[in-house]
């Protein structure tokens, strides 16, 4: 596409009206850089819509003029699925202005709101309603609910209730050309036909713009028991899993496996974080039970747990959380290991899963492959254990001048997805594909699944403005 010229720009500025732009380098650059810093782009104008009339109206007058669309929410995302390309010629649509919370329905135990709100209101909406949200990630103070249902985010409770798809009831949807796909509604029950609001989850922007949404609530539970394990092996901790699940049944919400590298970065690196045990340990879990009642006796059937798969040697330690300081304290530690491992230096990310039942046998194998490409890298395989997903990240011996992880990143990553596709397993579990891994994608995604893929992408966004180059390379 060629720059957009300035009276095009100008009509797409009236359209906005005063207030619905921002036009200066200042107001723009946060938006053309992603979260990461890895992406950088351009775009004369981000639009700032407030309300489904004005964003429908919008991507219709930009698809009358072929003017290409980058649908933003809290700019948060890992892959710059959110960031605009080099050309200085698509226009980022923030959904940031729109911020209603439309309904919180306790009966229904369901909430709709704008795509601009963030997790952290909704949440924060369930809970004076005395009801849950139960999505939860480390940028929930920034994420918007168009972006996490955008990208289908996972994060720390997806064992318990899912990623964003099973929480999403209702979306209403932008379409490329400016239509309004309304199927706003709480419903649990609806076999009429295609369930075509599948199709924007997880779509990266790339089929329309979320522009609202319902989502389910559940339950605030009552009791919760928090601990941080530590064992010798990750099939010791899936072990430990199968005999929680076993005794407490699915009140095992977070199971997040951390190895000891990880726990050392963030004592080194982020100020106050102390390990919580006397000695070192190879692995660790942070677990967390929830029950909604007050008084299930949860306390002691866990702490029970805990002590019979000690007595058992199934786990060589543990630290239950008395407090809710202590709780929060173990929480930080699992959640600051990104920030950890950014002042560790650069390094390379791996968002990969594979069934939950071969993740140690993956990670050993991994941990070979990576023993010949990346000698002396830190490996830093964390995550979400009973999902299956794991980052299994590396971070480099030499700290923040080491830049042979990032030299040699193609290699070493392709390596690491060539063991993912032998396994059968995912290359982007949670992350998604966004600019970072359309080639990926390509190479490793099933053909056919490729070529729907293609074919959707063709029949809802035929001239190609909706996130161009995102999941997909732009058709000829
Ligand atoms: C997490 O689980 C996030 O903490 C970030 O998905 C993962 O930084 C990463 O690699
Ligand atoms: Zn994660």
Redesign the pocket.
């Known amino acids: 596409m060629n720059p957009i010229p300035a009276l095009r720009l100008q009509a797409l500025k009236d359209l906005l009206g005063p207030g619905g732009f921002l036009e200066s380098a200042a107001d723009r650059a946060p938006f053309e850089v992603d979260f990461r810093g890895i992406h950088r782009g351009r775009t004369p104008l981000v639009a700032l819509p407030q309300s489904t009339a004005q964003v429908s109206d919008f991507v219709r007058h930009c698809a009358s003029q072929r003017i290409a669309i980058v649908p933003q929410g809290g700019n948060t995302g890992y892959c710059g699925g959110a960031t605009p390309r080099a050309g200085n010629d698509e226009i980022v649509l923030s959904l940031r202005r729109m911020t209603r919370i439309r309904a919180v329905d306790a009966a229904s135990n369901s909430l709709t709101a704008d795509a601009g709100c963030l997790l952290a209101t909704l949440q924060d909406a369930a809970a004076t309603a005395g009801r849950l949200l139960p999505m939860s990630l480390g940028s929930e103070g920034s994420c918007t609910l168009g972006g996490i249902i955008s990208t289908n985010a ?2 720390t409770a997806v064992l318990r209730y899912g990623m964003m798809r099973e929480l999403v009831l209702g979306l209403e949807v932008v379409l490329p050309d400016g239509r309004v796909l309304d199927q706003l509604t709480a419903l649990r029950k609806d076999n009429t036909g295609y369930d075509v609001k599948q199709l924007f989850i997880g779509a990266e922007g790339t089929l329309g713009v979320v522009t609202a949404a319902c989502v389910k609530l559940f339950t605030r539970p009552a009791s919760t028991a928090t601990a941080m394990v530590a064992l010798a092996s990750p099939a010791a901790a899936l072990a430990l899993l199968d005999g929680l699940r076993d005794s407490l049944g699915d009140a095992v919400t977070t199971f997040e496996l951390i190895p000891r590298i990880a726990l050392e970065f963030v004592c080194r690196h982020v100020p106050g974080s102390r390990d919580p045990l006397a000695a070192a340990h190879p692995w660790y879990v942070l677990l967390e039970v929830t029950q909604p009642q007050a008084d299930s006796g949860l306390a002691g059937q866990f702490e029970s747990a805990l002590a019979g798969a000690i007595d058992s040697g199934r786990a060589s330690d543990a630290v239950i959380a008395s407090s809710d300081a202590q709780r929060d304290a173990l929480w930080r530690l699992r959640e600051s290991i990104p920030e950890a491992q950014r002042q560790q230096g650069p390094g390379l990310k791996h968002d990969i899963s594979v069934e939950p039942s071969r993740l140690p046998q993956f990670i050993e194998e991994g941990r070979e492959v990576l023993a010949r490409l990346a000698p002396g890298a830190r490996l830093v395989a964390y ?2 254990l009973g999902d299956g ?1 794991l ?1 299994f990240n590396l971070s480099p011996a030499g700290g923040a001048q080491d830049t042979a992880l990032v030299a040699n990143g193609a290699t070493i990553s392709r390596a690491v997805h060539d063991l993912v596709a032998r396994y059968r397993g995912s290359i982007s579990a ?1 992350h998604g594909i966004g600019q970072l891994k359309v080639a990926e994608l390509e190479r490793y995604e099933d053909p056919v699944a490729l070529a729907l893929m293609r074919s959707i992408k063709q029949a809802l966004d035929p001239l190609g403005i909706m996130n161009p180059g995102k999941v997909l390379r732009p058709g000829p």
């Open positions: 996972g994060g995550g979400h997903n980052h949670e």
